[in-house]
């Protein structure tokens, strides 16, 4: 054997001897790109949304990738800011040449996410509450919205506050598209079930100073203080609303609870507020899908995941379950692949893609924070109080939303 065929066989062997993993993922690498506000206000959401979406990219390279193929995520802070957001996203596309676009944790923020990928043509998973997103003139076919949005979360949350705590409310909300949007739909909630709104407070986002407004909302004395008041903010809004004793008066309630949020302001904040959820590591012990993932996310932090973070893994996770369905890294053929086979099972139980919105459905959860004393462990602080399963009746209709 001369040296020319030596080297040939054994570079061959070689390749052979590689495990399967590795041979698989020397093709070039699918890459992914992943904006978020990693800065601001929701900095502690967006760290549990990174890591799901590390654990699931983790997850599919160590079987192998996608197609035989790495799958690489690049995350990029947004600032939580549309023009930033904008500017992230096409340099991902452009300069990182990402196929493939997940993300946008605030709503304002994923619809300049959402115009950049239009221009480009490259499909996008969102991971943010949205109505806009899904609807006309937003949406288009390479527009997926993984996440839950207001009009599901508000009248899921309100629908049963409205039973469950009392009937004369007064909002405060965030003045942007997601409370903006939270806002309006509990307003219609209530006075479908016979309540009445006593006054509605919006204040800017990232500017959490309540304390003129709570004194005339403590003398209207509602049932009920519904909160669309998000991250950090969220947090401020409580303790100031504590500071006034109006806790012990009324029922607070929000469209939404943050484990990452409720873990940063503490019980004594949180306790005893209620509010949505779309995910809770507690129901591990009755959904097997989800067992699974919280010991996986244990295991890789050392802390139990949050709700974005499984919108984050859920996202990465669908987009790989689209890829090898469509065989193909082309967005218009991922798209078709996952509206063909809608139905899927990644941490919680079914969720499914609606044809004509490319909207995703799946359950949620009411529930309460517990009171100090009673947590179970360092993130044990939510009671789980009611389940929502998933409905495309909580959701505006395509025909509401300029689809059909």
């Known amino acids: 054997m001369n040296r020319r065929s030596f080297l040939t066989t054994a570079a061959g062997a070689a390749t052979l001897a590689f495990p399967t993993v590795l041979r698989a993922q020397s093709k070039e690498p699918i890459r992914v790109g992943f904006p978020l506000p990693l800065t601001g206000p929701f900095a502690a959401l967006a760290n549990d949304l990174q890591r799901g979406a590390t654990l699931a990219a983790e997850e599919l390279n160590a079987r192998g990738g996608v197609l035989g193929r790495r799958l690489e995520v690049l995350f990029r802070d947004d ?9 992230r996203t096409k340099e991902l596309i452009e300069n990182e040449q990402v196929q493939f676009i997940v993300g946008g944790l605030a709503a304002h923020v994923q619809m300049a996410i959402n115009e950049q990928t239009k221009k480009s043509k490259v499909l996008f998973i969102s991971v943010s509450q949205s109505d806009e997103i899904s609807a006309k003139p937003d949406t288009s076919p390479l527009t997926f919205h993984e996440a839950l949005n207001p009009t599901i979360t508000c009248r899921a949350v309100g629908g049963w506050a409205a039973q469950n705590l009392g009937k004369k409310w007064w909002i405060v909300y965030a003045d942007y598209a997601w409370g903006k949007q939270c806002n309006a739909v509990l307003t219609d909630v209530l006075k479908r079930h016979g309540g009445t709104l006593l006054g509605s407070t919006p204040y800017p986002l990232g500017n959490a100073e309540f304390v003129a407004h709570l004194p005339k909302i403590r003398a209207a004395k509602p049932d009920v203080l519904m909160s669309a008041t998000p991250g950090a903010d969220n947090v401020a809004f409580l303790k100031q609303v504590i500071s006034f004793g109006m806790k012990k ?41 989800a067992k699974r993932y919280v010991a996986a996310f244990r295991k890789r932090f050392n802390m139990p995941p949050g ?21 193909s890294t082309d967005s218009d053929a991922v798209a078709k692949a996952l509206r063909a086979n809608p139905v899927y099972d990644h941490y919680k139980g079914k969720q499914w893609w609606r044809a004509c919105d490319d909207k995703s459905f799946q359950d949620l959860w009411i529930v309460r924070g517990r ?3 009673k947590l179970l462990g360092e ?3 939510l009671d789980v109080v009611s389940r929502i399963p998933a409905n495309e009746e909580l959701d505006r209709t395509c025909v509401e939303k300029g689809l059909a």
């Open 371 to 373: 009171e100090p004393g």
């Open 379 to 381: 993130w044990g602080l």
């Open 307 to 327: 709700d974005y973070g499984c919108y984050g893994y859920s996202g990465i996770r669908e987009l790989a379950r689209g890829i090898e369905l469509a065989k």
């Open 249 to 289: 008066e009324m029922r607070v309630a929000q469209p939404l609870l943050w484990l990452p949020t409720v873990k940063e302001g503490g019980p004594d904040v949180y306790a005893d507020v209620y509010g949505g959820i779309n995910f809770y590591w507690e129901v591990e012990d009755t959904i097997p899908q």
């Open 79 to 87: 600032q939580l800011k549309p023009a930033v957001g904008a500017q």
